[in-house]
Each structure stands twice: as C-alpha cells, then as structure tokens.
C-alpha cells in the first residue's frame, strides 16, 4: 500500500524565531537553498509550504505549492520566488521537501507536505517526511477502524492523519483538565499547554509506527516540531541560534545555506521531538520516556534537562548505511573521510583478485557517487606502489572507462524498459583499456548492482 519506497527524500524546514530576522525574503531564500543544495535526494516531486504568523480569519494561514513535473524542484523554486513579491504580513515557519520515487505514482497528489485541514488552527497540520513505514497496512486498517474514513492510502497522507487525529485527542482532553482546574478557562488560552499536547501527539501517533523517519511539521497556530525514528535510520540534522531553527536530511546543506562550520550543525537526537513554540522557545521531548522529559534550549548553548523520570530501554542506533557509502552528498566532511576510507580498504582484495601485474589493470569507476571512494583507492595504490627511492614504480593506470551521458533513470520497475534504457545511460571510453588488461570498476550502488544482474 505504501506510494513508493522512501529511500531517498530530502526534509528541509526554517523557523524564524524573531520578526526581525524577516528582512526581505529571507525564509524564502534560506529554504531555496537548502533544497537546492540537496537536490540528489528527489528529482521526482518537490514541495514547500510557508507559514503566516498572524493569518487573518476568512484567509488560508499557510502558503502551499508542490509539482511532479519533469524539473519540479525548479518549479517550487519559481513559485517561492514569485510568492515573495505578492506575499504580505510576517511568514514564520518555512517547511520543504523532494520526492525520490522509486516505485508508485509520479504525481503531485504524492508531493509533500501533505495538509490536514482544520477550522481550528491548532489541529490544522502540515507534515513533510523522509521515511518508510513497514506495518503501513496495520496502520491503516486501525485508522480505519477507529472511525475514520482515509481517503488515501499514501503513506504521508496516512501518519498526517494520524498525528493530527492524535493532537486533536490528546488537546481536547488537556483542555478538559484546564477546564476543571479553573472553570473561566477560554480557548483562546490553550496556548500554555498545547507543546504538551503536540509532543503528546506525536509519541502516540508513531508508537506504533514499525519502520524509518525523518518527519518535520506546522501546526497553523504557529508550533513547528521535528523527529526521528528511535533508531535513527533516516539521517536529520539542526542548527539552532538566537534567530532561526533550522532542520534537513544532509548537515553539509545547511552549513552551505547558513554560513556556519560543521561543529555549528547537531543530529537531530533520535527518539526525540524538537519542538519550537510560536514565541520561539525550543524544547526536545524524548520520545522514549515513560513521562516526557524536556530538554530546555536557553540562550546559550547548554540544553537543560528540566525533570526526571523512567526511561523506557533506548533502542540502539542503526543508522542506514546507504546514506553514508552511497546517497548523501559527499561534501559533509565525515561521508568524504568515510568514502575515501572505504576506497582505500577495498585495495589489498582487488589485488588479491586481480591477480595481475601493475601494469596490465586498469582502475576506474562508476560515475559520479563513487568518485570519492574512487580517490581514497587511488591515494592506496599510489602509497603501495611508488617507492621512495623511484621517482616512478609501477604507476597505477586509470581513467574513466564509463561516462554518464544522460540522466536516465536506473530505478526503473519494469525489467524489459530497464534493460533497453540502461543501455543507453553509460557511453565508453574508447581506447583506455587494452586486450590483454585487467580492468577494476569500483560503484557504490547496490540498486545499479541489483539492475545490471537483473
């Protein structure tokens, strides 16, 4: 049931925390950016909702646009750039995200952010994600048969509704405790309770969700919150300062977005909400508790945990190996240093198997990802074979044997188009590799693997 297999999406989300910061279109642009810069995740789909701060009855209180088209990134992009100069009043919270569809529909009604309307502002949700549920047909069937009448069974759709039905719960019955405690309790004060019910919300709505996530969020009053699954499989980064709250899939987007080193930029804490309140206050919620614990963001950069209570057993990490060997961008420093390493641990067996003097192999890769994994190789072999007391020893020969000359998709479903289509998505180099050659191809794509075999 599941739209596609959700490997590969990109989160991107700006919260301004001071009105101040709202020179020109700075959210817009900050938000461009981060999308940009990670581009590789989702050329599929893309979309990008923005928040009004003080939205005016009878208005819609976020601005939304999303597109399938064949370059849909460019077309957020546009739309973004042209809704600044109509826009009016003070924008907040600036939510984005890329599709990378590798199975399932190509089409907008898949786009994200994904809305759950409402009349009231704090049950109105916008959610946008990078994750794979696994028990998604459990889910649904609950859903279902809780009263609920799903009208999609995207997967995005699905845990939208399903942490707004939660919210909507969990804050009717903090409001009801209000109520009892001071009778003269009016709606319009909800506001001192509702991060409890929003981080309430979404520990019940995902505690039963099996599977990998990185989801960011809005509620139309004006909270923005994001999490990851306990184990931390789906990548998430943050950078926090005195202006902005920042959350994306690939740390090295933000870092080129907003000007700061590495150290600036923190995983976003697995099993736990960041949750930032209309006024600007960030708090993290651990999820894993048995009572929530809050971790209090103050204006240094000390997080304070403000109570005590019984932590539930914390799951172990197990972040996703494939962001690390083969999808995220490899100018986050550590993936670099990671993929140079790898190159360069794959020498002593491609020798071994290889079997063959120096110079009778020829080296290359796959491109573009293994291009660094490809350098730490070369890097080894020039140490083994370049002796000190020889200006040249046995030179490794290399090139690139295969160039990518189209982008063609090589996540193609079915296996008569795959094959004719793959054909055509690599050229050859001619004249590089001789009769008598061995010739060593390093690719870090286990789905390239798995379409040549097939």
């Known amino acids: 049931m599941t739209d596609e297999l959700k490997h590969e999406c990109a989160v991107a989300m700006v919260v301004l925390r001071k009105s101040a910061v709202a020179t020109g279109d700075f959210g817009g642009t900050k938000l461009s950016l981060l999308?940009?810069?990670?581009?590789?995740?989702g050329q599929d789909g893309a979309g990008a909702a923005i928040?009004?701060?003080?939205?005016?009855?009878?208005?819609?209180?976020?601005?939304?646009?999303?597109?399938?088209?064949?370059?849909?990134?460019?077309d957020v992009l546009g739309m973004i750039g042209k809704r600044s100069s109509v826009q009016t009043g003070f924008e907040r919270v600036f939510l984005g995200h890329l599709r990378y569809a590798t199975f399932g529909k190509n089409d907008v009604a898949f786009c994200h952010p994904f809305v759950h309307e409402s009349s009231e502002l704090n049950h109105?949700?916008?959610?946008?994600?990078?994750?794979?549920?696994?028990n998604a047909h459990e889910l649904f069937d609950d859903y279902r048969h809780r009263g609920s009448f799903p009208t999609s069974k995207s997967d995005g759709y699905l845990i939208c509704e399903i942490i707004a039905q939660a919210l909507k719960n969990i804050s009717r019955v903090e409001h009801v405790e209000h109520v009892e405690l001071e009778p003269n309790l009016h709606d319009s004060t909800c506001s001192?309770?509702?991060?409890?019910?929003?981080?309430?919300?979404?520990?019940?709505?995902?505690?039963n969700a099996d599977g990998a996530w990185t989801l960011c969020g809005m509620t139309a009053d004006g909270w923005a919150f994001a999490t990851r699954d306990p184990h931390g499989i789906r990548p998430g980064w943050h950078y926090i300062d005195d202006d902005v709250v920042v959350v994306a899939s690939e740390r090295a987007a933000i870092q080129a977005a907003f000007d700061v080193p590495p150290e600036a930029v923190k995983e976003l804490p697995p099993g736990e909400a960041l949750v930032v309140s209309p006024e600007g206050e960030v708090k993290f919620v651990d999820l894993n508790r048995a009572e929530h614990?809050?971790?209090?963001?103050?204006?240094?950069?000390?997080?304070?945990?403000?109570?005590?209570?019984?932590?539930?057993?914390?799951?172990?990490?197990?972040?996703?190996?494939f962001e690390r060997i083969y999808f995220s961008r490899a100018n986050d420093a550590d993936i670099h240093r990671e993929r140079k390493a790898l190159?360069?641990?794959?020498?002593?067996?491609?020798?071994?198997?290889?079997?063959?003097?120096?110079?009778?192999?020829f080296f290359?890769?796959?491109?573009?990802?293994?291009?660094?994994?490809?350098?730490?190789?070369?890097?080894?072999?020039?140490?083994?074979?370049?002796?000190?007391?020889?200006?040249?020893?046995?030179?490794?020969?290399?090139?690139?044997?295969?160039?990518?000359?189209?982008?063609?998709?090589?996540?193609?479903?079915?296996?008569?188009?795959?094959?004719?289509?793959?054909?055509?998505?690599?050229?050859?180099?001619?004249?590089?590799?001789?009769?008598?050659?061995?010739?060593?191809?390093?690719d870090d794509s286990i789905v390239r693997l798995g379409r040549r075999e097939s």
Request: proline share 6%; aromatic share 8%; hydrophobic share 40%.
């Open 51 to 74: 928040l009004s701060a003080n939205p005016e009855p009878g208005e819609t209180p976020y601005w939304i646009a999303k597109s399938a088209s064949a370059t849909p990134l460019t």
């Open 192 to 207: 001192a309770w509702s991060e409890s019910a929003l981080s309430r919300a979404i520990s019940t709505a995902l505690k």
């Open 35 to 41: 999308l940009e810069k990670q581009h590789n995740r």
């Open 364 to 442: 290359s890769y796959i491109p573009n990802s293994a291009r660094i994994a490809f350098h730490g190789l070369l890097e080894d072999l020039f140490k083994r074979c370049v002796s000190p007391q020889s200006r040249v020893n046995n030179i490794p020969r290399f090139g690139e044997v295969a160039v990518k000359d189209a982008k063609f998709r090589t996540f193609i479903a079915d296996a008569a188009a795959r094959r004719e289509f793959y054909k055509h998505v690599y050229d050859v180099t001619y004249g590089l590799v001789k009769k008598d050659d061995t010739l060593v191809v390093l």
């Open 124 to 134: 109105t949700l916008l959610l946008a994600g990078n994750f794979n549920l696994t």
């Open 343 to 361: 190159g360069a641990a794959l020498v002593p067996r491609i020798l071994e198997a290889a079997n063959a003097p120096m110079d009778r192999i």
């Open 293 to 321: 614990v809050e971790r209090v963001e103050s204006n240094t950069s000390d997080l304070h945990v403000s109570t005590c209570s019984t932590r539930l057993e914390k799951p172990l990490a197990r972040p996703c190996s």
